[in-house]
């Protein structure tokens, strides 16, 4: 088990960290939030075609680059630190991987290479209105009709659910095992709307299933085991987009205080600061630490992992999650009136680290979670 | 001697030990022969009683040792400390006198540093050391005295200079614990144990050629011995009890080993005791209850992530980076593993959280854990000095204001003592 980065993988999170420095700065995330999308095209484009970041886990006979979920965790730790409002957690981390993980050869053929080149974006629509990410609340339903099936139901929470042209959703099948099933978002009998997001920079919607036809991926015993290792990566990926946006939060605090001058000194001098300072450093290493660990554990069967990936992966975003908000909450306190201001930028971090606390399941969920995979 | 390769290393060593390691021998009789041989301490200096092999060599002759099970020299408890600070700034007397002593197990050590007016502050002391008739003339108090009850020997500093700047009025004497004018005072804790003393000096005698380093120099040798407690030399990071072996060397190293780990008994509980959290969660019948889980939960997640950050820290530098304040991150760390264990714990023991011994269901060793857990965070450097290393090292923030490096130390404001 490695506990640090190869040269390759820091490369790939230099070129990221540039690439978005120069094309995805703060002023453009605030403009691309503003839009009826909610991402820039051009940037969608360039990050699929020049930097390979929508197939990077995607295998490579289906279009993809075959990296891990290392480097796949990476990405969204860049993303994170910039705050880059665009479709690559909903399709690439989360729609691929449920297509990968349930798919049929055929399927996978069919529908990954579309998403490896970013041109088709697609959505995870398994989540439901007030239960969330729990599967086993999963009231949507499916029926057999034909070679197809016929979805009923209504998913709520759909991460890029109204940039996607191609939906997955999670439906319960008649004898009350989960399927995951595919068809195009424009199908009759699926309606949707986005959702009033209160950070603009992740783009929710709401999705009404009312007799839709879709295609049930694999078999109908892929379902479950497909879902849980979904939501697996989804949280160890998510887990590093929340270290990369509270890293970004904690220095750009430093930053601030190491400037303003009160009472004829720096407040970065006054000890009630520093050492708020030093805590902030130490919660964001614990939580790297968890998030790193988690990703190389989704690659890597070392037997020195004692724990399942499921354990593991929940007990990232648990702490990710913790870490980040209060994170945000220590920079809005460090930047006084100023930060609770709309042209400050730690408004931006600070919504996207509320709804990352609840996004996939609550730090409580998770912690919970984690117990009843541990291996005591 | 030092371009042996490992596997010259190995066979030397084991050639010596074939001929010579005997479990029926004394242990001091033993450990002299040893200390002739050089395989005690292959990593010291020919000259003192080494072989001048890199250090990196010493964990191949150890597992030859382990091999056998033969015992090595006496390495644990603060005559470690006494051994690294006389190797780099003793005189040649000091070695003659000391060294192989210490390897032998003969003589045992204490180290007089903390005072109770300067604690996170070392170099604040105010034990004075004046200097009469040739010879120098102890006066004070030290504490935090871990093994000052039977230590033949201290590691003492002292101001001797009182005009001078703080740091440079101090210095460091090797102290003869078997003097009338020594008293020691064991401290009983708020845990129930006395792991320490207080040392109190009174007209205490330490001749001339006894100070170690330049006069005034003490601070410099002080940072040897500091160094060398951080790294973990004094052996006490892992709790040890000895090889479980037959025969009467070993009954007389387990001897050694009790009486030098006896302070730390209740160590591995004052960390929190994540390891125990599931199992009593079970045995106690709340592994159900879902506050109880988070609390576990909240533990054990602490627990692991500040053992892959220390983890994360040992591997960076194994790439070259150098040893950094990344041990304060880990020190801070653990502090707050403690206490979530500490509540974690409580939540399983409900009401039984207020009971002890017998009575709190687990032999006592919960209660020691709920009053043992506060030492984490002020032993071996207060969280609060932990933050301002972070915040001043690492995050690069504006140094506190001080009072006491501007002026001569007879001037600098401080507690007052007695």
Request: aromatic share 8%; glycine share 10%; with cysteine.
């Amino acid at each position: 088990m490695k506990f640090s980065f190869s040269e390759e993988q820091t490369e790939f999170r230099n070129m990221l960290r540039r690439f978005l420095q120069d094309r995805s700065p703060t002023t453009e995330v605030r403009r691309v939030a503003e839009t009826e999308t909610g991402y820039d095209p051009e940037i969608w484009r360039m990050m699929a075609e020049e930097l390979g970041v929508t197939a990077i886990h995607i295998p490579e006979a289906y279009g993809g680059a075959g990296f891990g979920i290392s480097e796949l965790a990476i990405a969204a730790e860049e993303a994170g630190r910039a705050l880059l409002p665009s479709p690559f957690f909903g399709s690439t981390v989360m729609a691929a991987t449920a297509i990968a993980e349930a798919g049929t050869d055929a399927q996978k053929l069919a529908l990954l290479p579309g998403i490896a080149g970013g041109g088709t974006i697609a959505a995870l629509a398994a989540a439901e209105p007030g239960t969330g990410w729990n599967a086993d609340a999963f009231a949507a339903t499916a029926r057999p009709d034909g070679d197809s099936w016929r979805l009923t139901g209504r998913k709520s929470y759909v991460l890029d659910g109204m940039a996607a042209g191609l939906v997955v959703a999670a439906a319960r099948l008649p004898d009350g095992r989960l399927g995951l099933f595919s068809l195009p978002a424009d199908s009759a009998g699926l309606s949707r709307r986005p959702l009033q997001s209160m950070d603009p920079t992740r783009r929710l919607a709401q999705m009404d299933f009312d007799g839709a036809t879709a295609d049930l991926l694999g078999g109908p015993d892929s379902g479950g085991p497909a879902w849980a290792r979904t939501l697996d990566i989804a949280a160890v990926c998510l887990a590093g987009e929340m270290v990369g946006g509270a890293e970004r939060l904690r220095e750009d605090a430093l930053e601030y205080v190491s400037m303003r001058m009160q009472f004829g000194r720096s407040i970065a001098s006054f000890q009630v600061t520093k050492h708020k300072a030093a805590d902030m450093l130490l919660e964001v290493e614990l939580a790297k630490a968890a998030a790193y660990y988690a990703a190389a554990a989704a690659d890597d069967d070392d037997e020195e992992v004692d724990q399942p990936l499921s354990a593991l992966a929940s007990l990232a975003k648990a702490t990710a999650s913790d870490t980040y908000m209060q994170t945000a909450i220590h920079a809005v306190q460090m930047h006084g009136g100023i930060g609770f201001t709309h042209d400050n930028d730690t408004q931006l971090w600070f919504k996207r680290a509320k709804s990352s606390e609840v996004f996939l399941g609550t730090a409580a969920d998770h912690r919970e979670r984690m117990l009843q995979h541990w291996s005591a | 001697m030092a371009d042996m390769t490992e596997d010259e290393v190995r066979a030397g060593v084991r050639e010596w030990l074939t001929e010579n390691w005997d479990p029926d021998r004394g242990l001091v009789e033993w450990r002299n022969l040893l200390i002739d041989s050089g395989w005690g301490v292959p990593h010291w200096p020919e000259e003192w009683h080494g072989r001048g092999l890199p250090v990196g060599m010493t964990p191949v002759v150890e597992e030859e040792f382990d091999k056998l099970g033969a015992v090595g020299v006496a390495k644990m408890g603060i005559r470690t400390l006494a051994a690294a600070t006389i190797l780099e700034h003793g005189s040649d007397l000091h070695k003659q006198r000391f060294l192989r002593g210490i390897l032998t197990g003969e003589e045992t050590w204490c180290q007089l540093f903390s005072e109770p007016g300067s604690g996170s502050d070392l170099a604040g002391a105010v034990t004075r050391a004046d200097f009469r008739d040739g010879k120098w003339i102890i006066n004070g108090q030290k504490v935090w005295n871990t093994s000052a009850h039977h230590a033949d020997f201290g590691l003492l500093l002292a101001r001797t200079d009182w005009d001078a700047v703080k740091h440079q009025g101090l210095s460091y004497f090797l102290l003869d614990m078997r003097q009338p004018s020594v008293e020691v005072h064991q401290l009983k804790q708020m845990n129930g144990h006395a792991s320490f003393n207080q040392v109190f000096f009174t007209d205490a005698v330490v001749e001339a050629e006894y100070r170690i380093g330049g006069l005034g120099e003490g601070w410099k040798v002080a940072t040897t011995t500091l160094m060398h407690e951080r790294r973990g030399a004094d052996g006490v990071r892992r709790y040890a009890t000895g090889s479980d072996r037959a025969g009467r060397i070993y009954e007389e190293e387990r001897a050694e080993v009790a009486t030098v780990m006896a302070p730390y008994v209740w160590y591995p509980q004052r960390t929190g005791r994540a390891d125990m959290l599931i199992e009593r969660a079970k045995a106690a019948g709340c592994w159900e209850d879902r506050a109880v889980r988070q609390e576990v939960a909240k533990a054990l997640t602490l627990a692991r992530t500040a053992e892959w950050t220390a983890r994360r820290a040992r591997e960076a530098q194994q790439m070259g980076r150098p040893q950094g304040p990344e041990g304060s991150i880990g020190k801070l760390a653990a502090s707050i593993v403690a206490r979530a264990c500490a509540r974690a714990h409580t939540a399983i023991s409900g009401p039984d959280a207020m009971l002890t011994g017998e009575d709190d269901g687990t032999g006592g060793v919960v209660a020691e854990i709920l009053v043992s857990t506060p030492a984490i965070s002020i032993a071996g450097g207060t969280d609060e000095i932990q933050r301002n290393i972070i915040s001043e090292r690492i995050l690069s923030m504006p140094k506190e204001l001080r009072h006491d490096t501007d002026r001569p130390f007879r001037d600098v404001p401080r507690n007052q003592v007695g």
